[in-house]
């Protein structure tokens, strides 16, 4: 049973480019949860998303960033204009459906503003 | 204002005497509390939990303890190993949904 995959593991980004991370969440996994992880902190909860909802964004930036969950493929969560305070260690995590707590993390994109 | 804190950036013990790593919390609507470790480039790893109608929890090496009245929970690691070496994130949840992590604590486990 393949864990929770992310691509790509390393992104590096221009200023002012867009930048695009996936996440595949555990087969049979409907909940999928995003964290940024900036250098020296812990994870800070960004968005918490079932298939075509948006159940909780209460940590996702007012501007430029988004997240979706299609009912079809992979979650995208999309930064636009990235600026160098972006580059960070985003995490993406799943649950199953009437589990919400114990969370099943991906290894992570890396994103590297330049 | 962070709602989950744990105070020590770092920890190093010696292999086979116990880990303690300390967590800290401020909302009592926190009703499950959860410890994940991390290793360097991977993501975390779900270790151990506990909801808050009870005080201890073990699994193994691993013993959680919930002290509610004063908000503060603890992970204790008995016989400490060198490949215990990570990164231990603390974390409260308040129902389904997101979970706040503290900081973490890096422990070294010295063989």
């Known amino acids: 049973n393949a864990g929770v995959m992310q691509n790509p593991r390393h992104l590096v980004r221009r200023r002012g480019q867009e930048a695009r991370l996936r996440c595949s969440p555990m087969?049979?996994?409907?909940?999928v949860y995003w964290y940024r992880q900036l250098p020296e902190e812990g994870l800070k909860f960004m968005v918490y998303l079932q298939k075509e909802n948006i159940i909780d964004e209460s940590g996702m930036p007012k501007e430029r960033f988004s997240a979706e969950f299609p009912k079809e493929g992979p979650s995208i969560l999309r930064i636009q204009q990235v600026v160098r305070g972006d580059s960070a260690a985003y995490f993406c995590?799943?649950?199953?459906?009437?589990?919400?707590?114990?969370?099943?993390f991906g290894p992570g994109t890396r994103l590297t503003v330049t | 204002d962070q709602q989950v804190k744990q105070n020590s950036p770092s920890l190093s013990v010696q292999e086979g005497r116990i880990s303690i790593l300390n967590c800290d919390y401020t909302?009592?609507?926190?009703?499950?509390f959860l410890w994940y470790k991390k290793y360097p480039a991977e993501g975390p790893t779900f270790l151990i939990s506990?909801?808050?109608?009870?005080d201890k929890n073990e699994d193994g090496r691993f013993t959680v303890f919930l002290n509610k009245s004063a908000k503060h929970l603890s992970l204790h690691i008995v016989p400490s190993q060198p490949g215990d070496s990570a990164v231990y994130f603390c974390?409260?949840?308040?129902?389904?949904?997101?979970?706040?992590f503290g900081d973490g604590t890096t422990l070294t486990v010295k063989p």
């Open positions: 909302n009592s609507m926190f009703d499950y």
């Open positions: 995590a799943s649950s199953p459906i009437g589990d919400g707590y114990e969370q099943y």
């Open positions: 506990i909801s808050s109608i009870k």
């Open positions: 087969k049979g996994h409907s909940h």
């Open positions: 974390a409260a949840s308040q129902g389904a949904g997101k979970s706040t």
